[in-house]
């Protein structure tokens, strides 16, 4: 089994940048895949990134593509998500999530295909 923690939200004001880290339990990180979701109030969960279990293979919502960064560190057990250029709209709670280590399809988007999910860390963007 996998145990995800997210850490690095906060308060923020647009135009600013975080970090944020997921850590996982484990000696078997690098067989996962990893994504990031975000959900905000009132609104669906939705997709943000994923990054492939080499560190490659990256994908990102249109939302954030441009300005956020997935990577990982399979050495500290550790996926993150850099953050760049915030706006009201990325507030939101954001989740990190692994599906299962053999999952060896390539619909990193769909949330249906993760199982293992952290308990979310608040990003808050100020206008």
């Known amino acids: 089994q996998v145990q995800l923690v997210e850490s690095g939200g906060g308060l923020v004001q647009a135009g600013a940048s975080l970090r944020l880290s997921c850590a996982a339990s484990?000696?078997?990180?690098?067989?996962?895949?990893m994504g990031w979701f975000r959900q905000a109030p009132g609104k669906e969960r939705e997709f943000v990134a994923s990054i492939g279990r080499s560190g490659t293979d990256w994908i990102y919502a249109d939302s954030v593509k441009g300005r956020f960064t997935i990577s990982r560190d399979n050495a500290k057990n550790t996926v993150y998500l850099r953050m760049n250029d915030l706006k009201p709209e990325d507030t939101a709670v954001y989740y990190c999530?692994?599906?299962?280590?053999?999952?060896?399809?390539?619909?990193?988007?769909?949330?249906?295909?993760?199982?293992?999910w952290g308990q979310g860390t608040q990003v808050t963007v100020s206008s």
């Open positions: 999530a692994a599906p299962l280590s053999y999952y060896s399809g390539s619909d990193y988007s769909n949330q249906d295909n993760y199982v293992y």
């Open positions: 484990g000696r078997y990180f690098s067989s996962y895949i």
